[in-house]
């Protein structure tokens, strides 16, 4: 059951997971975290073989395992940020940890926002999301990896499990979420000065849900800023106005 | 004698200072780049009272320390990077020392460019500049900040200063060299996370003259980036008119 595909807005309009019948046994994990949440497979009801949180990603992390860890990285751990050399509040941390509330997190894991300056507490805070939405925005960036130009077409039967959940691939269709010109999966391959050329960005700041996510330049996402993107959008039309007015 | 205000490329077109006769006698400096080149006076030939790089700052050096202290700052010196935590360059220096060859930085100052890594020392060098621009960028920066909405007047002999060098003020005149709405002076005390929300800006970046020089928006030169600022205003216009096509 496939949604509409709002280009502007959405990346994706997630499918009725109901309608597809997932393994979802808890995978083993020796990870502290395991106690607040157990990672589940993904794989579908009565699959060969051994559970998997991520079936889908097996090829791209055959052919590009980096991008592969990107979508992992992106889904489920809170983002790098600046302040992490100066500050002593954890940097990458599992996103549904930060729902916790501060009690729990101290008593628990040792982890005191207390301590923690406002703005790192402000940063982890708002990447907070549930396990669920993590995975569906796993799913989400693959889809839009293997619609990019460029990238290597998906073996038939990840085809079927992205399209059973998330609706046909539009091939060569994956778009800058921000300038709207085409992203070539070759973009992964480049960094300049240790920072990617492809980031993981969210439509309306903050909110890490399928709908809201998709790949953009860095140059875009840095100049999208924590502006939403009607605001982003807003601003330069704005600006552009004033220009011809002078 | 005046040039013509080009609104949008330039803020100012500098008049013609063999108009303006001014001290220039070389300041005492205990600097070991006082070698390189001596700071000159800039009060006009024949004052009263001691010699003064920026005799044109007093006022506002009074009513708004930071604000003299930023524009001296950035006139001047090399500007803050995040590299400066971790890698051994130096951070801030006399933008005029950066026009040296390695060879000499290194026997006259102990600055070892070799030793740098090369997007450091790419830093560093596209901010060299001449003394005698920055201290034009230094004048035309004022000039700038007075013409704010919500600055506080020059007082006459200032304003005389300033004009007869630089042309008639426009006050209230001044607007984001980026995004082209009004730069409000009180904007000077506000800052996020210890970064101020006005910055000094290039209009063609890395060409540190009195032409190419205003304020803006911290999220607006943010934006533009490492582009000139039409290829930013062509960039937004590229992005708008993707957007209205789809």
């Known amino acids: 059951m496939e949604?509409?595909?709002?280009?502007?807005?959405?990346?994706?309009?997630?499918?009725?997971?109901?309608?597809v019948k997932l393994c979802r046994k808890s995978l083993y994990s020796r990870s502290k975290y395991a106690l607040i949440e157990s990672r589940l497979c993904h794989s579908h009801k009565g699959h060969d073989g051994r559970c998997d949180e991520f079936p889908y990603l097996k090829h791209i992390h055959k052919v590009a395992p980096k991008v592969a860890k990107k979508i992992v990285r992106d889904s489920v751990m809170t983002t790098g940020a600046s302040w992490a050399s100066d500050e002593a509040?954890?940097?990458r941390i599992l996103r549904w940890v930060m729902l916790l509330e501060d009690k729990?997190?101290?008593?628990?894991f040792g982890i005191n926002m207390a301590g923690l300056k406002p703005h790192v507490v402000a940063k982890l805070r708002e990447k907070a999301a549930t396990y669920s939405d993590c995975m569906e925005v796993a799913l989400a960036l693959t889809k839009a990896v293997y619609e990019m130009p460029g990238c290597p077409r998906p073996p038939a039967?990840?085809?079927?499990?992205?399209?059973?959940r998330l609706g046909k691939f539009k091939f060569d269709s994956t778009v800058c979420t921000i300038c709207?010109?085409?992203l070539e999966f070759q973009l992964f391959d480049k960094a300049r000065r240790g920072k990617a050329e492809i980031e993981t960005s969210h439509t309306t700041p903050r909110q890490h849900n399928a709908k809201n996510v998709g790949f953009a330049h860095?140059?875009?996402?840095?100049?999208?800023?924590?502006?939403?993107?009607d605001e982003f959008y807003a601003w330069i039309s704005g600006i552009l106005t004033r220009l011809k007015s002078e």
């Open 3 to 19: 949604g509409p595909v709002l280009r502007n807005q959405v990346l994706y309009h997630i499918a009725d997971t109901e309608q």
């Open 89 to 91: 509040g954890p940097n």
């Open 104 to 108: 729990d997190l101290k008593s628990k």
């Open 157 to 164: 039967d990840i085809q079927k499990y992205i399209e059973t």
């Open 180 to 182: 709207r010109s085409p």
């Open 218 to 229: 860095r140059r875009c996402n840095i100049a999208q800023g924590d502006m939403s993107l």
